[in-house]
């Protein structure tokens, strides 16, 4: 599969691109994207390792991607497979990740949380001979 790494490629173009009275400038520029440590490099081939497991092992079985409680707004949110490995490539290619619009009506039985898919995962590991 040919996963897109710059997100912001398909997007429309900025209609204020070139204008002097474009509003964005009254705000503060963002801080630079800083590069992961060896230890956070680490850890997000391991993450995107898993993923992709996921993937493989859960989509056969109705599920397209994990859930998450947001510790901001209290609130679900889901990112579909996709999402979360342009995330994950983004990171290691020393972009950071663009913030994800919610998912708009997701089925919530077709997402599971990390935890639940490690587990499934594992346990299938296991049941092998």
């Known amino acids: 599969m040919i996963v897109n790494h710059n997100f912001f490629e398909g ?22 994207f800083a590069p992961l440590t060896d230890q956070e490099r680490r850890e997000v081939i391991e993450d995107l390792a898993a993923v992709r497991e996921f993937r493989e092992v859960l989509t056969p079985e109705g599920l397209l991607g994990i859930s998450m409680l947001c510790e901001d707004c209290g609130e679900e949110h889901f990112y579909n497979w996709d999402v979360l490995e342009t995330h994950y490539l983004m990171l290691l290619a020393g972009q950071e990740s663009p913030v994800h619009e ?11 949380p990390w935890e639940y898919c490690a587990g499934f995962v594992d346990g299938r590991r296991s049941r092998r001979f």
């Open 11 to 32: 997007l429309p173009r900025d209609p204020f691109e070139g204008d002097p009275d474009d509003p964005a400038n009254l705000l503060e520029p963002d801080e630079p």
């Open 102 to 112: 919610p998912q708009f009506d997701p089925d919530v039985r077709r997402y599971a």
